[in-house]
Structures are given as C-alpha cells and as structure tokens.
C-alpha cells in the first residue's frame, strides 16, 4: 500500500497570506490527524478527521481549520499567517478511530516558512 | 490529561552496542497505548514499536524491545545492536483512547551512533 502523503512538501508563505495543505491517508484509513512540529514547542497536535467529521481539536486559534473529503483526503488551511506558524505540519492516518490498535502512520510532512 | 516525559536529550552508543532511552507517561486513564516513533534527518515520523497498557507482556519487534513498567509511569526503549541507521530523534508518545483521541508526544531524544 502506499503511504501517507502529504502536499506541498516545501511553502514559503508572507505573513498575512493564508495556506492550504493537503494530506492523502493509506487507502482504506479514515482517520486523518494533523500535527504541527516545532522546536520550541515539539510535536502538538492541531485537529482529527473520520468521516469527514472533526472528532477533536487541539489548542490553537481558529486561523487553524481543517476539513475532510469523502475520500477521506483532509486539507488544513491557515489564515493570515503569522511568524510563529512557520513549523513542519504533520499529518498522519490510522484505520481505527475507536478500538482496535491505535497506530497512527504520518506523512513526510509539509514545511512552511513564514516570512 | 497525560503528559510525557522524555528526560533525555541526546544519547550516544557505539555500533553493535545496546542503548535505553528513558520516557515516563503519566494520567489517570487506565486503557491507553503507548508508542515509540523514530524521527531521522528525513523528517518522516516512523512508528517503531507499540504497547498495550492493559497487557503485562513488553513489546519486542526485531532488535526493539520496551520495558514498561505501569506503576512506576516508566515505558523505556531498549535497541539492541545498534545500526548507524538507528540515528535519530526518537519520541516515546501516549494515545489514551476514551479520552481526546489524539497522540501526546514527549520532547524527543537526539540518538548518535558512532561508527
């Protein structure tokens, strides 16, 4: 099967602008999370996605949304971009979103620079 | 709530060798999962390995074992013949599953492995 992938790989964006990412889970996963890495703040989660449902949200402000297609493909935007949003966005696809085993698969990420 | 330590910044080991790298988890939840990611300079987040905290028996996957220990909060990892492409951050990380549903991670620790 192939992985988790995750577009664009590399965005330079300028403050104010806003961003959309887009995130293909393994086929047959339902559950999309999203996470964002930074190295001040380390890996924190932003928001989950099962059928098409945001199920949880992390604490962030609301420029961070997100939404799920029917195919289960999820994309994240961000409006009026700050400094501080510059990270590697993570996204990552489980199969079960209750029971079961809880592994979670990521993609090799998106890295926004903000400027 | 749950919160995971990694108190560990950077480890170093000699190829061949056996390293441990600590992390405590700490909630109030009693059905939960625990999670070892492998993170190398590709960024690519890779589960290494899972534990079940309902099960007694530690997780082995290859030369990966953990040791958990519940009531000491202790789940470290233990790589056995160390291979320079074991380098790299390593995030122990926990997934309660009636709470938010979302992984938490630890800060991460920096492995080297000298040739």
């Known amino acids: 099967k192939a992985g988790v992938t995750q577009t664009p790989r590399y965005l330079i964006k300028t403050r104010g602008q806003q961003v959309t990412l887009s995130c293909s889970p393994i086929s047959g996963h339902r559950s999309v999370s999203w996470y964002q890495q930074t190295p001040g703040q380390g890996l924190q989660f932003l928001f989950e996605y099962f059928s098409e449902t945001q199920r949880n949200k992390g604490n962030f402000p609301g420029r961070f949304s997100g939404r799920q297609f029917s195919n289960s493909r999820s994309e994240m935007n961000v409006s009026t971009l700050e400094l501080g949003d510059s990270a590697l966005y993570l996204c990552?696809?489980?199969?079960?979103?209750?029971?079961?085993?809880?592994?979670?698969?990521f993609g090799p990420g998106t890295r926004l620079t903000v400027t | 709530a749950q919160t995971v330590t990694q108190s560990q910044p950077e480890m170093s080991v000699q190829e061949a060798e056996t390293v441990t790298l600590s992390c405590t988890y700490d909630t109030s939840e009693s059905d939960y999962y625990l999670f070892w990611y492998k993170q190398p300079p590709s960024r690519q987040m890779i589960l290494v390995i899972r534990?079940?905290?309902?099960?007694?028996q530690n997780a082995t996957e290859n030369r990966f074992s953990v040791n958990f220990q519940k009531a000491a909060k202790s789940f470290s990892l233990k790589i056995s013949d160390s291979q320079l492409g074991d380098a790299a951050m390593y995030f122990c990380?926990?997934?309660?599953?009636?709470?938010?549903?979302?992984?938490?991670f630890g800060q991460g620790t920096r492995l080297t492995i000298n040739p």
């Open positions: 990380a926990g997934y309660i599953i009636q709470g938010a549903q979302k992984l938490v």
């Open positions: 990552a696809s489980s199969s079960t979103p209750s029971g079961g085993m809880y592994e979670q698969y």
């Open positions: 534990q079940e905290a309902y099960k007694q």
